[in-house]
């Protein structure tokens, strides 16, 4: 009997423990445009632009900071970001922004939004842009 309950507890406690891990670990959304731009009218994001500092001079959405995602120190200028607030990237077109989605995600940011077809996408949209 005392085998049988320890068994049962023990199985019981895996199942929990693993249920608390797949609630706490980082999703990563892709979002639309519009998605977007509402998260951003209700301030509920820190926007990164990972594209090159070339590109982002020559058009950037509001209140983005540029994270290069090929700088070579690219992962400590990332560690600066506060990981516990959602996160709103983008690139060119979305090839970066994945990429940094993926490694955002291994680094234990908790919510990664990723925006679809990027800055290409959200200009092709009408929406502003800061130049």
Do not use: H
């Not at 994001?45 to 950037?60: H, N, S």
């Not at 995602?69 to 506060?82: A, G, M, P, Q």
Request: net charge positive.
């Amino acid at each position: 009997m005392k085998l049988k309950s320890f068994v049962v507890i023990t199985f019981l406690s895996v199942i929990l423990f693993n249920c608390n891990k797949m609630q706490e670990s980082a999703t990563v959304e892709v979002i639309t445009a519009e998605e977007m731009d509402s998260l951003l009218e209700m301030g509920r994001v820190q926007l990164i632009d990972v594209r090159t500092p070339e590109e982002y001079a020559e058009g950037y959405i509001e209140g983005a900071i540029n994270i290069d995602f090929r700088n070579e120190n690219f992962e400590d200028l990332v560690s600066k970001v506060d990981k516990s607030k959602p996160v709103a990237v983008y690139c060119g077109r979305g090839g970066r922004s994945g990429k940094c989605s993926a490694y955002m995600k291994k680094a234990g940011f908790k919510k990664i939004y990723d925006l679809d077809g990027g800055i290409t996408e959200w200009k092709f949209k009408g929406k502003k842009i800061v130049k």
